[in-house]
Nanobody, 114 residues
Framework: QVQLVESGGGLVQPGGSLRLSCVAS????????MGWYRQAPGKQRELVAT??????NYAGSVKGRFTISRDNAENTCYLQMNSLKPEGTAVYYC?????????WGQGTQDTVSS
């Protein structure tokens, strides 16, 4: 089993930046991929970005503005979010996929508002 702890969320003005971190512990050797998802109020959870040995993948709405990266030595996945828009207001969740299944963090609230 993998445990995930997210951090880095908060309040930011439109056009601003935030950097999210996700620290993994437990059976981290088994992780195939890591990713970030978000859920806005009244909406379904949606993919933001993923990273694996095959490369990175982004939702069209964030491509060019968000960057996902992974530090294997620190067991940490990052999401750098630039040029944030109000529609980016959501709870952001870290996710891992491995042979044992899927793990989720508890989420971190990001609010983009002036």
């Amino acid at each position: 089993q993998v445990q995930l702890v997210e951090s880095g969320g908060g309040l930011v003005q439109p056009g601003g930046s935030l950097r999210l971190s996700c620290v993994a512990s437990g059976s981290i050797f088994s992780i195939y991929a890591m990713g970030w998802y978000r859920q806005a109020p009244g909406k379904q959870r949606e993919l933001v970005a993923t990273i694996s040995s095959a490369g990175t993948n982004y939702a069209g709405s964030v491509k060019g503005r968000f960057t996902i990266s992974r530090d294997n030595a620190e067991n940490t996945c990052y999401l750098q979010m630039n040029s944030l828009k109000p529609e980016g207001t959501a709870v952001y969740y870290c996710n891992t996929v491995g042979p044992g299944g899927t793990s989720w963090g508890q989420g971190t609230q990001d609010t983009v508002s002036s």
